[in-house]
Structure formats: C-alpha cells, structure tokens
T-cell receptor, first 114, second 113 residues
Framework: EAQVTQNPRYLITVTGKKLTVTCSQN?????MSWYRQDPGLGLRQIYY???????DKGDVPEGYKVSRKEKRNFPLILESPSPNQTSLYFC?????????????FGPGTRLLVL | DAKTTQPNSMESNEEEPVHLPCNHS???????IHWYRQLPSQGPEYVIH???SNVNNRMASLAIAEDRKSSTLILHRATLRDAAVYYC??????????????FGQGTTLQVKP
C-alpha cells in the first residue's frame, strides 16, 4: 500500500534532549516536506527536500534540522527541543514539486516538550 | 500563491449534496487549485485539484468559475465520514514554486445524520 509513515506517533520528552522523528515513503517520490500544526496558526512548512541531498528551509525552520540521504527517508531532527516546539508534526511527499502534484501526508507525530 | 477565502463552517445532512465555496480572486493563470481535507486526528488528505476545467474523481467534483476567481468543491452525497476541515489552496507554478501548501483556516464541515 502506498503510504507515508512517521515514527513515533506520540512522544513526550524534556527540554534539551535530542530527538529524531522519522518519515518514510514507499512511492519513490522526489519531493518531501515537514509541517507543524498549531491551534490558530494552521499548518506551516518547516523544511522541504526536492531530491536526495537537496533540502531547503520552509517558513519556520528555527530549531530543526533535516537530512535526505536516501530518497525514501526524510527525518526531522530536534537537536535541543524547547517547549515551543510542542506541536503536531506531519510529513508529506509528492512525486515532484510541481504545482499540479498530489501530496500525501503521514498520520502525524504529536510531540510534547516539557 | 493566491490568497483564498472560505466560510469558517458549513452544515449538511447525510446523503445530501454539499457545495463548499472558495474565493481566490488574485489567482494567476498558471496557479492550480487544490482541495485537501483533514479528518479529526488525521493528516491532511488530498481530495481533488484542477487548473481551468471542471474535474471529477471518486471523492468529489471541482467546479471552477470561468474567470477562475472562485471554485466550488462538490460532495455529491455527504456521509458522516466526510465531516472534516476542507482546505482550498492555490499553488503557483514556475521556478519560484517550492511545493509548499499554504493552509488557511479552511471550512469545517459538519454532517448531521
């Protein structure tokens, strides 16, 4: 089944403890991105990647890192999480970045930083 | 990307058609119109998209005004499972396109049994 998977689905951590949220897609998509969703602010893009080894900042990249070493994986790294990164995170992918492409979203990762 | 305007909420009865409107008066000629929806506790889900002509798929129909300044998502027979937040998004083409979807507040659709 074509899908985007994220792990973990739920995570509680403490300030400053490095964590990684994994994202994987099995559709051979070139384009992948990360969003965070917060009440009243909607979904905002954090980082995106147009292909392997090609990444760029979205609207809210501060405090996050990403890497794209393989086409299928696009992990989101929080080197030193802070409480303002408590949020619901979604990974998305599409075949290309074109404006006519369909994007597929993962199920989300709910993160609480204490 | 063109700004979109949608009603905050709409109600429908089960098994009746639903028309969800969206205004995008600043849309440019190469902008695609996309619709996504987000069911409670789930990630956004693609519904439909189009450029100029009306579009149909197994989930819905998309009616695009002749001047492209507005569009309407049509759910032909609403079910309880269609209760969700529906987002209308325009995506600009060309080299400046980063693939980013700009989600507004969307329309919360309530479906009554």
């Amino acid at each position: 089944e074509a899908q985007v998977t994220q792990n973990p689905r739920y995570l509680i951590t403490v300030t400053g403890k490095k964590l990684t949220v994994t994202c994987s897609q099995n559709m051979n998509h070139e384009y992948m991105s990360w969003y965070r969703q917060d009440p009243g602010l909607g979904l905002r893009q954090i980082y995106y990647s147009m292909n392997v080894e090609v990444t760029d900042k979205g609207d809210v990249p501060e405090g996050y890192k990403v890497s794209r070493k393989e086409k299928r994986n696009f992990p989101l790294i929080l080197e030193s999480p802070s409480p303002n990164q408590t949020s619901l995170y979604f990974c998305a992918s599409s075949l290309f970045r074109g404006n006519g492409e369909t994007q597929y979203f993962g199920p989300g990762t709910r993160l609480l930083v204490l | 990307d063109a700004k979109t305007t949608q009603p905050n909420s709409m109600e429908s009865n089960e098994e009746e058609p639903v028309h969800l409107p969206c205004n995008h008066s600043t849309i440019s000629g190469t902008d695609y119109i996309h619709w996504y929806r987000q069911l409670p506790s789930q990630g956004p889900e693609y519904v439909i998209h189009g450029l100029t002509s009306n579009v149909n798929n197994r989930m819905a129909s998309l009616a695009i005004a002749e001047d492209r300044k507005s569009s309407t998502l049509i759910l032909h027979r609403a079910t309880l499972r269609d209760a969700a937040v529906y987002y209308c998004i325009t995506l600009r083409g060309g080299s400046g396109n980063t693939g980013k979807l700009i989600f507004g507040q969307g329309t919360t659709l309530q479906v009554k049994p």
